[in-house]
DNA sequence: CTGAAAGCGCTTACAG
DNA sequence: CTGAAAGCGCTTACAG
């Protein structure tokens, strides 16, 4: 049972450095250069030596504000999800706040919740990848002014900032580069756009733009990614399209990969019948004869997400520039050469 | 510019409820269940018409805890980490903590920075996936009474609890398996051991086991995955062993993507050449014929993790039970099918 | 069962 | 440039 020797505390450093707990607070918080240098360094050598640092909580507490961010997560299996979370963290260490991260798991009801932890820590700011609709949870965060982005996905009545990839350019890049490389028809594969904007912003775009190019459209929404069923879907529009070259694009990673196994299990080769996606993941180059992409900027959009919370709290000071639509990179593989 | 109603205070609660801070706090508290049933509806109904949730900052300051736990991941962007990851928020909701992410990206002073940081928010709690040795943060850390599990990753000179696989089984298991399937020979593949005591104790259970079993036995180190050069290893070992069936075992996800990639450049067929890798990954049933992977109990370690932590913050009181070293599931895919 | 009071570790007007 | 004092929103002995 060891006698755990607590932290050093501000008042200990005051009395060591024969200072007022005032001038200890000053060297600590922004106003240090106010403090004559003999001062400075006193309080310096006895911090040092006391090994003390501020304790955030009570700093959150009076004025200082808690210097933590939160983020909600629909799902953090999902790479994309996880590489944006890299961006959040990196631009976070730059401005000097810590992360609370919570994972809903696709729960509206735990996102409910989590909501409402978070607002217990005092978060200075909220980067939300939404599953459910704003909530009273949501809501009252909002009225009570703490700062908001919305990842990826949009919450319609909910007046805040979205940041994400450009949907419509992405769109336009793949049928662009699917038509360049001879496809005639193109099957769009999504998830259930009803929560998910960014979801309904592809799938409305690749109506209109591949109709607009001439192009043959049909579409595959997966609700549960039942293989079977999305098998049998696939292998009837390849037959249909048995007179045109045509070819298949996955809204994301997750339809990219169920459709990558059904090529797989209906022994279609990738090239003749086209298959494009939307993410880049590890296995994409893996797979012969590599599988092409759209890769999102996620470390770009998880920055600029910070970035956008960072402005909002700044107010009137100087505020870093950030981006709300980021332009995807396309990633040519085997799987659209017919 | 919205004027931002504030946060409900308890004082509010209590004048409105007609009740003394102290009742209010109790009634948020553990002892809710002393007050009177008139007091508690009185409170409760005041509570909620004001939106109340107590300030977890001022709670933690007192001696109410701060219910936050961290957590460092030495590499955010490894699948295996995420899931580990996915198993601790689990935990920590059931438990009614918070959790705190940090990403040291590899970087050992990074490691130390967010350690620091960690003890600012007064966590309770510390799970590491270690990247460097202890330093003096985690030092700090520990003499102040932190509890502590290391992920994965032990830290000679530390006497914390270490959480993971059970790295001897699973090297057991592998090597049983790949034997029964007639692999004579084995290549086991492993990133760098200095620092990671998993891939230490696998690396040198495979030397000791697969000479145990009369197997041959080799080792390849991937210092900076350098493609090319694998492809060379790759090749010699594969042609060495021209008279009988070989394998190559790799020790995670990461080497397992790099041989994969060495298999598919040489044009060497699965099955023929054994390949088997711990942890599973999404493609490995993707790719022809199948990767036989060894697969983590990851939400598992997670949650013990968590467990662990909370057993040694509960000092007393009956404490939920958890494993130290947990055992892989076997998936039998193609890839190890001569 | 209930409450008045002290105090957690800081910051921030306010004075000097 | 420096400090004494009040107070952030809670919890926890201590008393009744």
Redesign the interface.
Known sequence: M?I????ATLIEVAKMAGASKTSVSRFFGTERDKLSAELQQRIGESAKSL?Y??????R??KGGG?R?LGMLVAD??N?FS??V??GV?LAC?DYGY??????TDNDPA?EQQHL???????VEGLIINAVGQPGQALQ?LM???VPLVLLDRDISRLNAEVIGLDNALAIDMALAHLSRQGYRSILYVSETPERASARQERLQRFGEQAEAMGLGNQTLILSHSELPSCETALAMYVEQQADSPCAVLCGNGTTL?TM??CF?RLNLSMGPVGLMGIDE???C????PGITTLAQPTDGIGRDSVACLISQLARNKPSPPYQNRHAPRLIIRGSTAP
Request: a positive charge.
């Open positions: 060891p755990s020797p607590r932290r090994g640092r501020p304790n955030q909580m009570a959150g507490l808690s933590l953090i299996r790479p996880v590489a979370m890299h963290e260490r810590a992360l609370i991260v919570c994972n735990l409402a932890t978070l607002a217990t820590y005092q009252a009225e009570s002014g990969l990558a196994k797989k993941l590890e296995w180059e893996l797979l012969t």
